[in-house]
């Protein structure tokens, strides 16, 4: 591990002076991200959520005021940093959850793309939810982004919601200049 790696990942881009700009979904200049949303979940308006690229949500499992959720971000960094060590910083930003215990940690690469996904879950109060997280580092170009997504669900309801996780996590796709990039 590299001794400049910090705890957070808003902290390592601090360290290295690297912005982290959102991506407007209708800007065609990037990679764009899609998802399908599985039966039952909506994609909220954008701006709900303004620095969200996409938001899902499963209104009908709601519980105690609380929704699934699945949110992607896309983002261009300012400058280049070594792809092991963006995706080893944000690996552990799931770690620093509350209670986190983690089922999974895989670095394959997706679609092309270097990768970390990590799964587990976490307590808020007395309710345990199960988030499963991926990043992605996609090279366009001169260019560099950062893509997160992360679904979430209430441990106690997971069910079939957790093929409708794996399902948005699947689904992710990348479109360059117009063209699919799997």
Not at 36 to 63: C, K, N, S, Y
Not at 77 to 100: G, I, N, Y
Request: with cysteine; net charge negative; charged share 25%.
């Amino acid at each position: 591990m590299n001794a400049s790696i910090q705890a957070t990942l808003s902290d390592y881009l601090a360290t290295h002076e690297v912005g982290l700009s959102p991506c407007d979904p209708d800007d065609p200049r990037h990679p764009q991200p899609e998802l399908q949303a599985p039966e039952g979940w909506i994609v909220l308006p954008r701006d709900v959520f303004p620095h969200a690229h996409t938001v899902l949500v499963a209104p009908e499992h709601v519980a105690d005021d609380w929704v699934p959720n699945a949110v992607l971000l896309h983002c261009a960094l300012s400058k280049w940093r070594p792809t092991d060590e963006l995706l080893e910083v944000a690996a552990r930003e799931a770690r620093e959850l509350p209670a986190w215990r983690e089922t999974l940690r895989d670095t394959s690469d997706f679609r092309g793309h270097r990768s970390v996904i990590i799964q587990g879950s976490y307590r808020v109060d007395d309710v345990e939810y199960t988030a499963v997280t991926r990043y992605l580092v996609i090279d366009h170009e001169y260019d560099r982004y950062l893509t997160q997504l992360t679904a979430t669900a209430r441990s106690d309801s997971l069910g079939s919601l957790d093929v409708h996780i794996h399902t948005i996590h699947e689904s992710l796709i990348m479109r360059q200049e117009g063209r699919l990039h799997e």
